[in-house]
Every structure is written in structure tokens, then in C-alpha cells.
């Protein structure tokens, strides 16, 4: 009796479809059954898997022999196949381009079993998110790896031409063309350039406003706001000579949509004076516990920049049984504006107020105090904020020197 049969015997397969289930263990019944699937396409057994599943019948011979009617153990002992056995190493290894039914492309990758090929794929597929990949999956019917096709895909997979793949000419072409734009990358990423000793703007829209000035801090804090990080080497070597304070430096700096603070805790209001003086608005948040100290101290710390209660406002108030100190004074010092154009310094405390969501501020910087009992509209604008700073608790800053000007 061939080994194919017993196969498919032990797992109701083939001509077996209507007998008796056998009592096999899950993980050896999901083996038998992708072997007898694999038989039922036409597909023979390798050499190991020949070995492996003259090892499983043999676990359950005696259930096999009581089923079939007959001693099968002259069967493993001398086995029989149907079909020569597979050569993995005549499988081809190659990379194409398909275009399935819905007409969305894919890359296909097809190879002989190797585990450190299959692992490097894993891995790839695991420190990569789904929105940075799309699909990369393994298609259990064609015996393949299908990857979306994006750049970042097309320069993994270019990896596997040094191990002896081969590829099509339209991935080739892919791959040309991803080179091509590296080598003359900054013919294409928008960026800060300096040419013909003037500060300028490469590879961006004509409707992007151009430089403020010609002031290296200011430019690049306008093309921040602009979503321009990059910069030639000349406004680099500007940059790592130019006078800037960790803060600053830091900032400018700052890629990750998180808030960025010291190592030791948060930087100190005076850090951020040039950054405040050279951003049109700025979001201040408060945490809930200490309204009144935090609010006073950053409001004495803009008049000393000779901004006037005319450029802020505070909405936010305080449940008269606790916050009336507070309250009192924001009504004292003008605190309790309209939202206008003039308006450059917003308070808020505990959540994102509507009046703050219907004036469409948009915000070069958000001094974040903490938000303690913050709401969550609080806390997922402060998330999704790019430009959040961390300012340390007030403590020794009360005596600061309030930077240069």
C-alpha cells in the first residue's frame, strides 16, 4: 500500500472522505491534512517530508491497520511511494510583478524552503506597520509570498538578488527608478537651501510662501511649520555652528509626533523664548491643580517680552468654590478676550474648549505645562501635536533669567 493512501487515510482524504475519523493529535492532524492537500494537487512529497510522515502513519499504526483491515506495518518498514520524490533546489527563485483580479498589483515571490529567507521576511513584516507595507502575506494555495507594491517593499526584496534570485523586467524597472532618485535625492525632497549667499526653499510648491528673512532661526522655524526638515549641507554646517540652546536645537530637530522634553525633566520657560517671539501662536497648556500659579508666571513671563493681555487669552475658568483667585484674575488683567487675529497666546486647561476648535488656530508650538484630570480631547490633541515642549514644573523657575532677546 502506498504511503499517499495511508496519508490520506489517516485524515479522511482522497477516496477516504466518508470513513471513520481516526483519534490523531491536533498538531499531527494539521500536518497529515497539508500533506494530503499537497498530494491532492499533483505535488510530491520531498525527502523529509517523506520521513516525516512515515513517522506519523507509524504513531498511529495500529488505529490505521484496525481501519483499512490490514497490518500496515510491513508498509512503513518498506515504504511505497506513488510519486518520486520532490527536489526542492529545482524550484525557481524569482521576484515579478502580477496584476491580479481587481486589477491591484503585487509583487510575487516564489523560492525553495529556506529558513533564514522565510525568517528575514518574518522579521521584515514584524518591525514594519501595515500602513508602511500594505499586504505581505503568504498565499497558502499558489505556495508564495505576495507583497503590496510599494517602494519600501521593492527595496527589501532588491536584498534577495545577491542570494540568487532572479527578477522581472518591470521590478527591475521599479527598482532603476527608486535608484535613480536616490542618487539625486535632493533634486527631489523639499528642503532648506543656501544659494547665491541668500536662504531659500528647494523642491516645494510655488504657493509656499518663501523666507521671512534671512535669519537662520526664523527661516527654519518657517519651514518647520511648513513641514520642511531637511537642509543642504551648507544650512547643516549652518545649523551645528549656529548659537542655539539645547531647547532650541532640540526642537528644530524634532521629527516624532510626541512631546518633546529634557532628559532630566522638561526645559525651563526661558528656553523657549526665542521659539515663542518667532511663532505666530502658541497653545499654552495648564494642568488642572494649579490654574492660577501657572497662568500668572507665564503671563508675567510674555509681558516681559513686551507682549501685552491685547495677544492672549484664557479659556478656560474655575468652578467659583475653588477657583475664584483665579478667575478674578483673569478678569483683572484682561484676560478674558475674544479669540481675534491679534490673538497670538491661548490658554487652555483640562480639555480642547469649542471656541478654540470653531476659530481654526493653527499652532507653531504648544508649551505644555502637563494636563493633570485632562480630558481626552486634551490629551489626543497634545499625542498629535508635532511641536509640543515639555516646560518643567515652575519650582526654581520663579528667579529665571529670561534668555537672550
Not at 521576484?95 to 522579521?123: C, H, Q
Amino acid at each position: 500500500m502506498y504511503i499517499e493512501d495511508l496519508i490520506d487515510r489517516s485524515i479522511c482524504g482522497g477516496v477516504y472522505i466518508f470513513e471513520e475519523y481516526l483519534s490523531l493529535d491536533n498538531f499531527d492532524r494539521n500536518i497529515l491534512n497539508s500533506l494530503s492537500t499537497q498530494i491532492g494537487k499533483g505535488y510530491s512529497l520531498t525527502e523529509k517530508q517523506r520521513a516525516l510522515s512515515i513517522k506519523l502513519l507509524t504513531k498511529y499504526k495500529k488505529q490505521l491497520s484496525v481501519a483499512l483491515g490490514i497490518n500496515i506495518e510491513p508498509c512503513l518498514i518498506t515504504p511505497s511511494f506513488k510519486m518520486s520524490p520532490r527536489s526542492l533546489e529545482n524550484k525557481p527563485k524569482t521576484i515579478r510583478i502580477n496584476r491580479d483580479e481587481n486589477r491591484d498589483f503585487k509583487i510575487l515571490v516564489e523560492f525553495p524552503y529556506f529558513s533564514d529567507t522565510i525568517n528575514s521576511i518574518k522579521e521584515y513584516r514584524h518591525r514594519n506597520s501595515r500602513l508602511e507595507l500594505g499586504l505581505v502575506q503568504w498565499n497558502n494555495d499558489l505556495k508564495l509570498w505576495e507583497f503590496e507594491l510599494t517602494e519600501k517593499n521593492i527595496k527589501f526584496l532588491s536584498g534577495l538578488l545577491s542570494l540568487g534570485f532572479s527578477a522581472d523586467e518591470e521590478f527591475l524597472e521599479f527598482l532603476k527608478e527608486i535608484q535613480k532618485i536616490e542618487e539625486t535625492i535632493e533634486d527631489f525632497v523639499p528642503m532648506v537651501s543656501y544659494e547665491n549667499e541668500m536662504l531659500t526653499y528647494k523642491n516645494v510648491s510655488i504657493h509656499l510662501p518663501p523666507p521671512p528673512s534671512q535669519d537662520l532661526f526664523e527661516v527654519l522655524l518657517h519651514a518647520r511649520k511648513h513641514g520642511i526638515m531637511c537642509y543642504d549641507n551648507k544650512v547643516s554646517e549652518m545649523f551645528e555652528n549656529g548659537n542655539f540652546n539645547n531647547c532650541e536645537r532640540a526642537f528644530l530637530s524634532h521629527y516624532e509626533n510626541k512631546v518633546l522634553t529634557s532628559e532630566k525633566a522638561g526645559y525651563k520657560l526661558s528656553d523657549l523664548s526665542e521659539i515663542i517671539k518667532k511663532s505666530q501662536n502658541v497653545l499654552f497648556v495648564i494642568p488642572g491643580g494649579g490654574e492660577l500659579a501657572h497662568l500668572e508666571f507665564s503671563y508675567n513671563f510674555l509681558k516681559s517680552h513686551n507682549f501685552t493681555n491685547d495677544h492672549c487669552t484664557v479659556l478656560f475658568r474655575l468652578e467659583s468654590s475653588f477657583g475664584t483667585l483665579c478667575n478674578d484674575y483673569i478678569k483683572e488683567q484682561g484676560l478674558n478676550n475674544q479669540i481675534s487675529d491679534e490673538t497670538r497666546f491661548i490658554f487652555i486647561s483640562g480639555k480642547v474648549p469649542k471656541p478654540l476648535i470653531e476659530s481654526g488656530k493653527e499652532f507653531d508650538l504648544v508649551v505644555y505645562y502637563g494636563s493633570n484630570s485632562a480630558h481626552y480631547t486634551l490629551k489626543n490633541f497634545i499625542r498629535n501635536h508635532h511641536n509640543v515642549v515639555l516646560v518643567d514644573s515652575l519650582g526654581s523657575q520663579r528667579e529665571l533669567n529670561f534668555g537672550r532677546m
